[in-house]
């Protein structure tokens, strides 16, 4: 989130006009619902459908909707580890780096900037042209995604007891890796062209509802808020725990570390421009920007393998984090509502969760991978992680009672949250999210079926580049609709996750509604 979504996003959306309402969201809503989410932690000593039922029994389902995201986001997320793992393993070499040249026979690959994009999706993933063209199998990425669950099982193996343990190392060891690759990034030509676009504004993005949108969404998922991961962690601490400082340290520290790793990110861009006199927009925004322009620029510095097994490792352990951080949830989650689980070594049921997400992520490392990991992640998140916000702030501020719910905090660290806390969960909060959801909505109905980027490889157009000068930059991808199949499906999964809360509130007042008809 902080350091592979967090740059392509700013980029997309035009540097600093996306930090300004990132940063408005942070206020607004980061800081007041992460506190939210450690304090019902532990005051609940429950994951998350135990929390909200605590709460009020109806509205067991917010935690069983959050469940449904942690299971979606956790099915495809360590698709993106498996990249970083073929790259990071691709890094060890003597010579130069593989990405760094264009191979002799490749027709597509006509100028040396070129040679990152040709690698991304003719080695790397072998993509196919067409979502609907799901291709053959790669079996390296196999194994590079077999590598990535078999370590993310053994970090979690045990709960919290050994996950808490390995964070001390994956939590920390990153901030060294980010501190050496920031020296070195703004100390290269071209680093202070890449701060300026990163920090400079373009205002009339700052008009389109889905800025706003996608950074909430960007604040939620690399806070981990509505995925229930915060919960599930906050009801392991101690019962005196400062969970309200714990909250707003927690956060200030993580947006802080995406804003860090935007300088060293946009300074590698930034030399990366300098280099091959390609300018930044012609650079394509999307999951794949960490593995094209940021490998270009590291292949032209020197010693680069050094680099390139630094960063990768560090995005390695960046993931890493988050997938057990998220499987962690929805195993204390699980384990709280599935009583007989309790009864099964942590290590089986852990083991069980890794093995069927690992076998159903194999069709990621088919040629049409990439597009299902687009499609997930730019699609299948945004809508409920904000719906499942706006419910579980509803359900603790207006049904539970937010003068209730701070004097259950004053009960665990000996005082009430301050004002700032208590107009964001009764007002703010529950407003700024109905905002959005409702243009985001408006604007989706208006903008018609959503568009991916098509991969379109080597065709005539690119091939008559060759006689341009060396700053002609050829487009592989291009816009194209989701066909309609696929454009079900991702309504079909916004709609599962969101169904969860009105669903369990049916059926929790069933009894009460079928006494009310007979009566009648």
């Keep these: 989130g902080n350091l592979w979504r967090f740059p392509y996003l700013c980029h997309r959306y035009g540097g600093g006009s996306f930090l300004i309402p990132y940063i408005i969201m942070l206020v607004l809503l980061g800081i007041p619902l992460f506190c939210l989410e450690t304090s019902l932690g532990q005051l609940t000593k429950k994951g998350a459908p135990g929390a909200f039922a605590a709460m009020h029994p109806a509205f067991r ?22 990249w970083i793992l073929r790259y990071f393993f691709s890094s ?31 080695e790397a993933l072998n993509a196919s042209n067409d979502i609907r063209n799901v291709g053959a199998v790669d079996w390296y990425l196999v194994g590079t995604l077999l590598v990535a669950w078999v370590v993310c099982f053994l970090c979690m193996c045990k709960g919290v007891e050994s996950s808490g343990k390995v964070v001390y190392f994956t939590a920390t060891f990153p901030y060294v890796l980010l501190v050496v690759l920031f020296f070195r990034g703004v100390t290269l030509p071209g680093a202070k062209d890449g701060i300026i676009y990163y920090l400079t504004p373009k205002w ?11 950074a909430a969404t960007q604040i939620f998922y690399s806070l981990g808020i509505s995925f229930g991961s915060v919960i599930a962690y906050a009801s392991y601490n101690k019962r005196d725990n400062n969970c309200m400082r714990d909250g707003i340290v927690v956060t200030l520290i993580n947006c802080g570390t995406s804003v860090f790793g935007g300088f060293v990110i946009f300074s590698l861009l930034g ?78 049921v852990s083991g069980g969760i890794c093995l069927v997400l690992c076998l159903l992520a194999i069709p990621m490392s088919f040629r049409g991978g990439l597009y299902i990991v687009d499609l997930l992640d730019n699609w299948s998140l945004s809508y409920p992680l904000l719906i499942i916000a706006f419910f579980e702030i509803v359900t603790v501020s207006w049904v539970y009672g937010v003068d ?10 000996g005082y009430e949250p301050n004002l700032y806390f208590k107009i964001c969960w009764l007002v703010v909060c529950p407003l700024v999210i109905g905002v959005l959801i409702i243009s985001g909505i408006v604007l989706s109905i208006m903008n018609g079926y959503p568009l991916y980027d098509k991969f379109v490889g080597c065709n005539n157009e690119i091939l008559a580049k060759q006689g341009l000068p060396e700053e002609a ?14 454009v079900f499906i991702i309504v079909l999964m916004n709609m599962f996750s969101c169904f969860m809360i009105p669903g369990y509130t049916i059926y929790y007042f069933k009894d009460k509604m079928i006494s009310l008809v007979k009566g009648r």
């Design 92 to 122: 060890f070499t003597t010579g130069d780096l593989p990405w760094s040249s264009c191979p002799v026979d490749a027709e597509c690959c006509v100028h040396r900037d070129n040679s990152t994009i040709y690698y991304w999706y003719f």
């Design 204 to 214: 009339e993005h700052l008009k389109d509802p889905t800025v706003w949108r996608t």
């Design 473 to 486: 930059n050829p487009t592989w991808v291009v816009p194209d609709q989701f066909p309609g199949a696929f």
């Design 404 to 413: 209730k719910f701070c004097r259950g905090i004053k009960g665990m660290i």
């Design 61 to 82: 389902g917010i935690g069983f909707a959050a469940m449904v995201v942690d299971l979606i986001c956790s099915y495809y997320y360590n698709s993106i580890i498996m």
């Design 271 to 348: 030399y990366r421009a300098h280099k091959t006199n390609v300018s930044f927009e012609n650079l394509k925004s999307g999951p794949g920007l960490a593995f094209v322009a940021i490998t270009d620029a590291i292949s032209e510095m020197s010693v680069g393998p050094l680099w390139a097994i630094l960063f990768f490792f560090m995005l390695f352990l960046l993931g890493l984090d988050s997938q057990f951080g998220m499987l962690e949830s929805l195993l204390t989650s699980l384990k709280d509502e599935v009583k007989f689980l309790n009864k099964i070594r942590k290590e089986f």
